[in-house]
């Protein structure tokens, strides 16, 4: 599987929809986007702590697939 680009078929049954596709990227903008909220107060007491583990579950999945997508990225030939 493609680390970079996976993608989830959620066309429900509409053959003229493309699959969506989120990007590492996309999901280390979420995370960024997670934490300025959080520094900007946009999130109440009561749901902190539901923010705050998504927000280890996104960063822990980001950790392990860019570790993954290093693991497999050919080392780049010495000069």
Known sequence: MDNQNMTQD??????DTAPVQLSLQDLQN???IVDTAVRRGAFQAAEAS????????????????VAAQ????????SA
């Open 10 to 15: 959620v066309t429900a049954g509409n053959a």
């Open 30 to 32: 979420l995370a960024a």
């Open 50 to 65: 539901t923010v705050g583990a998504a927000f280890d579950r996104l960063n822990k999945f980001l950790t392990s697939a």
């Open 70 to 77: 290093s693991a497999n990225t050919p080392a780049a030939p």
